[in-house]
């Protein structure tokens, strides 16, 4: 959806083609990659190609660029997706590995959350993560979310199946 969103450290705003080579930074670096659903992006047209598919007016589809305010670079994504008629939102995010540490990522989920369910019916977020990548877990504790169940998942290209944890919040 075509929205921008500010919170204290960044500005959400629609992720677009102009952002190839930010984003390819982190689709292409392995340590970022490693549990993403997506394959590595080995090249930035692979990257073009994602930025292309996405349709910035899809009311059940926000998907965000992450840009840090002190510089005005775009240093990650994340998104909401409801794909049901019940109002279950799926969540997903990345970052690039030099601004891990720094809660920017719950910073940006939160200020999403919160701007989508001030205009639309959320009964659920729900996010999944690999047993083995706790960060993310953790980021989804910092959003209210808690432990519901295990899943499996598997990279678009087949190339790996992690565990998984399924956790969420009711509102
Ligand atoms: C998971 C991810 C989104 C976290 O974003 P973030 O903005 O760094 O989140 P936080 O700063 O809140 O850190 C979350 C946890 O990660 C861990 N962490 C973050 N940076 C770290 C670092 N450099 N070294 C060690 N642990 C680190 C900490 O345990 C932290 O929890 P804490 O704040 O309770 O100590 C980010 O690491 C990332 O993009 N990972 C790759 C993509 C990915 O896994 N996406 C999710 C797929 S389900």
């Not at 720094?102 to 939160?110: H, I, N, R, S």
């Not at 639309?120 to 980021?139: L, M, T």
Request: proline residues 4%.
């Amino acid at each position: 959806m075509n929205v921008t969103i500010e919170t204290e450290r960044l500005i959400l705003r629609p992720i677009t083609l102009d952002d190839a080579e930010a984003v390819f930074k982190w689709a292409s670096d392995p340590v970022v990659n490693k549990y993403m659903i997506y394959p590595l992006h080995k090249d930035i047209s692979v990257t073009r190609e994602w930025l292309e598919s996405i349709d910035i007016d899809n009311p059940n589809e926000y998907e965000m660029a992450f840009v840090l305010k002190e510089t005005g670079e775009v240093i990650g994504s994340g998104g909401m997706y409801c794909r049901t008629d019940d109002n279950r939102w799926n969540i997903g995010y990345n970052l690039r590995h030099d601004q891990w540490g720094k809660g920017l990522v719950p910073e940006a989920m939160q200020g999403l959350i919160d701007y989508v369910r001030s205009t639309r019916e959320v009964s659920v977020i729900r996010g999944e993560f690999a047993k083995d990548n706790p960060k993310s877990g953790r980021v989804m504790q910092k959003l209210g979310m808690t432990y519901v169940g295990d899943c499996e998942y598997s990279k678009f290209d087949g190339s790996v199946t992690f565990p998984a944890n399924i956790y969420e919040r009711v509102f």
